[in-house]
């Protein structure tokens, strides 16, 4: 999968935020202005295929929780959309809160949620691997999920009961059949775009963001387990709760949003 072989560098959550990124002009997250959104018609819908067998596991790599599927056949592809190749998903994760009125990266209109899924797919028409991919303008294509506090969601249960198995960092479990398409809103034809970068180091600009306006529900209790995980791993005598996993918003720098949709 894609980011087994690295564990992301040792991030506090509330990490010093390098003060430039080389060249970084097209940074993330970001507020999206929905009145600054420019509708753009020949944006298509998006063309998600998963395959639930190819879930492979589920670990805490000391910053969020991953789930990752096997990324070596094209068994589980995004197309369509502002998209012009297809991309091939190797991870979804989440960013939260410590409590639920924050904890989402992206915001809209300046609105916070409490949490905001990830998932993270590498474009493998043009590349061979993850790693190659995420150092290119075009490599990576994440499509954003806001999640709010509400109705309990069923699909995600199955994740959070495999939460307490992996409460240190760098723990792993077995994680199988497992489709992430039950995560996704109901509608997924109305989303903003924008170019822009992963949200933790290398920070590279080489992400088409895809930001669902459809959220989706899930109970406090399940968003809690969430918060049961821990930034450090067994050995350490201090445990750090896993919480406000998000980074600080990064100016436009004259970026357009489109939107799909009126
Ligand atoms: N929150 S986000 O969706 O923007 C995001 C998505 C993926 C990654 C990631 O895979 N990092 C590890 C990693 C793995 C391999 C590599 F070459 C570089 C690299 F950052 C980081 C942030």
Same mark, same amino acid.
């Given at each position: ?15 010093? #935020? ?5 060249? @970084?002009?097209?940074?993330?997250? *970001? ?9 753009? &018609?020949?944006?298509? !819908?998006? #063309?998600? &295929? ?11 790599? /000391? ?14 592809? +995004? ?28 915001? $809209? ?14 474009? &493998? ?18 499509? @954003? *999920?806001?999640? =709010? ?8 249960? =199955? ?9 240190? =960092?760098?723990? %792993? ?28 180091? !290398?920070?590279?600009? &080489? ?5 669902? =306006?459809?959220? *989706?529900? %899930? ?32 100016? +436009?720098? /004259?970026?357009? $949003? ?5």
């Amino acid at each position: 999968a894609c980011s087994s072989k690295y564990v992301l560098s040792q991030m506090h959550p509330m990490w010093q #935020e390098p003060l430039e990124v080389p060249g @970084g002009d097209h940074q993330s997250p *970001i507020d999206i202005a929905v009145k600054k959104a420019v509708f753009d &018609s020949d944006l298509k !819908p998006l #063309e998600s &295929s998963y395959d639930p067998q190819t879930c492979q596991q589920i670990w805490n790599n /000391g910053y969020s929780f991953l789930v990752e599927y096997d990324d070596t056949t094209d068994k589980n592809i +995004l197309k369509g959309g502002p998209l012009q190749d297809k991309y091939r998903l190797c991870q979804f994760h989440f960013h939260w809160g410590e409590s639920n009125d924050w904890g989402s990266e992206h915001t $809209v209109d300046r609105r916070l949620f409490p949490a905001e899924l990830h998932l993270v797919h590498w474009n &493998s028409d043009r590349y061979t691997l993850f790693e190659e991919a995420v150092m290119e303008e075009n490599g990576l294509a994440v499509i @954003g *999920i806001f999640l =709010k506090v509400g109705k309990r969601h069923e699909g995600l249960q =199955k994740l959070v009961d495999a939460l307490p198995a992996i409460r240190h =960092k760098d723990s %792993v479990v077995e994680f199988n059949r497992f489709d992430p398409a039950s995560l996704l809103p109901s509608n997924i034809d109305d989303y903003w775009t924008y170019h822009g970068s992963l949200t933790t180091p !290398p920070l590279t600009e &080489s992400v088409t963001w895809i930001v669902m =306006k459809q959220h *989706i529900e %899930v109970s406090h209790d399940q968003l809690a387990v969430f918060r049961s995980l821990l930034f450090t791993s067994a050995e350490e005598e201090v445990q750090k709760s896993m919480v406000n996993n998000f980074r600080v918003q990064q100016p +436009l720098r /004259g970026r357009t $949003v489109r939107s799909s949709f009126t």
